[in-house]
Nanobody, 125 residues
Framework: QVQLVESGGGSVQAGGSLRLSCTTSGVTYGSACMAWFRQVPGKERERVAV????????YYADSVKGRFTISTDNAKNMVILQMNSLKPEDTAMYYC??????????????????WGQGTQVTVSS
């Protein structure tokens, strides 16, 4: 059974940094998609970053490209989202998600059936 627990959220001023961690159990990183999503009340959930199969490839939303970095610490069973140059529009609840990866027309895909409880990030101007 997969379990995901996020930590590291908090309040920071614009331009600052935060490091989110997702501690996992039951996930085989070499065959999984690990992702961070975020959601603001009243808005659609946004996929922020994905790391495929333990680091073979990554994806970033245009809104965070160049500022956020997703990585894994396999020894600690952890997925990390390093967030730099934070902006007020990054304020949201951040969720960790995971699923076994599959390929469609040669491209990695995930359904994200497992989710954490979320951690709040607040960026003030």
């Amino acid at each position: 059974q997969v379990q995901l627990v996020e930590s590291g959220g908090g309040s920071v001023q614009a331009g600052g940094s935060l490091r989110l961690s997702c501690t996992t159990s039951g996930v085989t990183y070499g065959s999984a998609c690990m992702a961070w999503f975020r959601q603001v009340p009243g808005k659609e959930r946004e996929r922020v970053a994905v790391i495929y199969r333990g680091g073979q490839s990554t994806y970033y939303a245009d809104s965070v490209k160049g500022r956020f970095t997703i990585s894994t610490d396999n020894a600690k069973n952890m997925v990390i989202l390093q967030m730099n140059s934070l902006k007020p529009e990054d304020t949201a609840m951040y969720y960790c998600a995971a699923d076994p990866v599959y390929f469609l027309h040669g491209m990695p895909r995930c359904e994200y059936s497992s989710w954490g409880q979320g951690t709040q990030v607040t960026v003030s101007s």
